[in-house]
């Protein structure tokens, strides 16, 4: 069964709250990068580039979190940062879930929830997961996107994070309150 067409499904996007909070973090992000580039500061301003590429997400400005994380993701790879590199890779592909683009967002995904798990980042994982889950849901795929996200609250229970866990809870009974293809 193919797909269906990609739906916004509002529990699994940004809240107003999140929103907010963006929106106040991105003049102290924008000049966070400025300053980092005149001092030459690359490792700052890796750190810098990816958080305002999150900012811009979020806010929905997806042409400038395409640039920003692009050039995180190619700052990454220069200093051979291979930890940063897969940060910021995922980074990228929730951008590419935002923007529509959910078949590039889950190959991306998919190949990031291998390299998590063979270098034992089960809290990226978890994320990679959760993310991946409301992927899939926005395109019709329920039960593995339940799937996801019970394997995301496992790893985060596992590692002891409370609040992760509590997110992936609420996902799991948002997805399934949806509808199911027939």
């Known amino acids: 069964m193919s797909p269906q067409p990609a739906t916004t499904i509002p529990f699994l996007r940004d809240t107003p709250e999140e929103r907010a909070t963006a929106a106040r973090e991105l003049p102290a992000l924008e000049a966070a990068v400025m300053a980092a580039r005149a001092a030459g500061e690359r490792a700052a301003l890796l750190v810098a ?11 929905e ?13 190619a700052l990454a790879s220069e200093l051979r940062d291979l930890a940063s590199l897969r940060v910021h890779r995922l980074r990228q592909a929730i951008a590419f879930h935002y923007r529509g683009e959910h078949a590039r967002a889950e190959e991306r995904m998919r190949e990031l929830l291998a390299a998590f798990a063979a270098n034992g980042e089960p809290l990226l994982e978890g994320f990679a997961l959760q993310h991946l889950g409301k992927c899939l849901a926005e395109t019709g795929r329920v039960a593995e996107a339940i799937r996801c996200f019970e394997r995301a609250l496992a790893l985060r229970e ?7 866990a509590a997110s992936s809870r ?12 027939a």
């Open 49 to 59: 580039l990816g958080r305002l590429g999150d900012v811009h997400r979020v806010l």
């Open 158 to 164: 596992a590692a002891g994070r409370a609040d992760l």
């Open 170 to 181: 609420a996902a799991i009974a948002a997805a399934r309150a949806l509808p199911r293809p």
């Open 61 to 73: 400005e997806h042409e400038p979190a395409a640039r920003c994380l692009d050039e995180a993701v």
